[in-house]
């Protein structure tokens, strides 16, 4: 077994004592083999944290598999069902290798599920619910892996509260699959530098292949901590780095090497959506905090309060939280110019913001000495998201899509045109509309050029669905030029828009 070894002095705690919500009661699991019945009981009882956290999965479970159906499926979701219809696991990575620009860990779950549950809302949103879920207790142990039991308990309970989270663990893309692999790889990171074991430096390095095999953008986390371990701790560590390296290149250079000709053909254009320059930073803090500018700064001021102490304290871990959000933005900053970036994108940053909140503990015990300052905090914590919950569960937070084709269907005729517009909204429209059963003939359509070839085709009437993404698909608007000049709008539902010829 490798010999422990205390991080450097640097890393070592120096602040007055924090509260222990356990009284004088210790934990009696320590390790695996300390994790018999008795003692599972034991901690059950007697400690609070254990309580607390429990409590808090619950909460979480809850808000992120309530209404899991409410919302329609909106275009990216269904991209992920479209993908995952193919048929087989190979079919989805060979669509990797040739069209789609992530990677396919969370399509391969979702075909999973939908083989064998059906294809409905709740099934393909049941994998983002269930990660999101189980990433409460991982935030847990990492916040008190790097800060303390307190800190742990802080950390949960803000990632069980936090807007975003909650609506993309509601949402079938791969960003909650994702926060759960980038915790487990944090975690493991944080018990490596204290530990030196081996054991903890290449389960590091698989949490790390499951990152990358999940969403491609979160190279720059993991570059960031690569970096810095090299930077503070010289090559303290160096030996355990090339270790982690060559099994992380064993399971990463295999999809690499699939993806890398859609990437780079992704990355010749100009990005047609997305935020650029410092956009990236303002827009992506105000849309983690549920687009509340009020908790945007409330939790800002909390995340600098935690940085702050950590900086008097504990300098090195202060560092590392100020480099990674540091090396997130202006990294996406400058890729802004290059590739679409959207806050989605980066948002595994929210567990190192997380972190700077859940430090901030520290700071408010130090001035108050109150014992209760924990409870205090979870209940403030509780209160500035409870309007936004409120709003969450009962308005729509995406487009109707289930609405507008039950509008389409009682409004057209058979032997109507449906014109798309532009044609990939076809994938959210034909989940909820079938033009089969409806009788009519679809057209996709992306520019005046195709409007037109569409018209000519007409038959009876032509209805043209037409969304914002006009914009990003026809970048000149002659589309949107020619429908104003040749439709009239006669219904529209949310983002989504119907003309008549």
């Known amino acids: 077994m490798a010999k422990k070894r ?3 002095v640097k890393m070592v705690a120096k602040l007055p004592e924090t509260s222990n919500l356990d009284g004088q009661y210790i934990n009696p699991i320590n390790s695996l083999k300390d994790c018999t019945i008795d003692n599972i009981k034991s901690v059950l009882i007697n400690s609070r944290y254990a309580q607390l956290l429990i409590l808090i999965t619950i909460v979480g479970c809850f808000l992120r598999f309530y209404n899991l159906a409410y919302n329609s499926l909106w275009l990216d979701e269904t991209s992920s069902v479209t993908i995952a219809m193919l048929g ?7 669509y990797t290798a040739t069209m789609e620009p992530n990677p396919p860990l969370f399509v391969w779950v979702v075909y999973t599920l939908i083989t064998w549950f059906g294809s409905n809302e709740f099934v393909i949103r049941f994998a983002s619910a269930f990660f999101g879920t189980l990433s409460i207790p991982v935030m847990y142990f990492v916040g008190k892996e790097f800060i303390d039991r307190n800190g742990g308990i802080i950390a949960a309970a803000t990632f069980t509260l936090s807007p975003f989270l909650i609506l993309y663990a509601q949402e079938a893309r791969a960003y909650a ?3 759960f692999f980038v915790s487990l790889a944090m975690l493991f990171y944080f018990r490596a530098l204290k530990t030196d074991d081996y054991k903890y430096w290449i389960l590091f390095a698989i949490a790390t292949i499951f990152v990358f095999w999940t969403h491609f953008y979160t190279i720059i986390l993991i570059g960031a901590l690569i970096i810095y371990t090299l930077a503070i701790y010289k ?3 160096i030996k355990q780095l090339i270790v982690s390296s060559i099994v992380m290149a064993a399971g990463i250079l295999p999809l690499a090497i699939v993806a890398m000709p859609t990437i780079l053909k992704y990355t010749t254009d100009k990005p047609s959506f997305g935020i650029q320059g410092l956009d990236v930073i303002t827009v992506s803090l105000i849309q983690y905090s549920g687009n509340n500018l009020m908790l945007t700064f409330i939790t800002g001021l909390l995340c600098i309060c935690g940085l702050t102490i950590l900086y008097i304290r504990e300098r090195n871990k202060s560092i590392l939280l100020l480099w990674l959000i540091t090396c997130t933005f202006i990294t996406s900053i400058y890729f802004s110019y290059k590739i679409p970036v959207v806050p989605r994108y980066l948002s595994f940053v929210n567990i190192v913001l997380i972190l700077g909140i859940a430090a901030s503990h520290k700071l408010f015990y130090t001035l108050t000495q109150n014992k209760s300052i924990i409870y205090i905090m979870l209940i403030i914590l509780a209160a500035m998201v409870t309007p936004f919950l409120m709003n969450y569960y009962t308005t729509y937070s995406k487009d109707d899509w289930r609405g507008f084709g039950g509008t389409l269907t009682n409004m057209t005729q058979p032997g109507d045109s449906i014109i798309i517009v532009p044609g990939y909204i076809s994938q959210p429209l034909n989940y909820y509309y079938s033009n089969k059963t409806d009788g009519t003939i679809e057209y996709f359509a992306y520019n ?24 990003s698909a026809n970048q000149n608007g002659d589309a949107l030029r020619w429908i104003q000049a040749n439709t009239k709008q006669v219904h529209q539902n949310g983002g989504i828009y119907l003309f008549k010829s």
């Open 6 to 8: 205390k991080y450097p």
């Open 177 to 179: 699959m994702l926060f």
């Open 88 to 94: 087989s696991y190979a079919n989805i990575l060979n």
């Open 235 to 237: 090559l303290q560590y």
């Open 448 to 471: 005046e050029s195709l409007l037109s070839t569409a018209r000519s085709l007409q038959t009876t009437n032509s209805y043209y669905v037409v969304t914002g993404d006009i914009n």
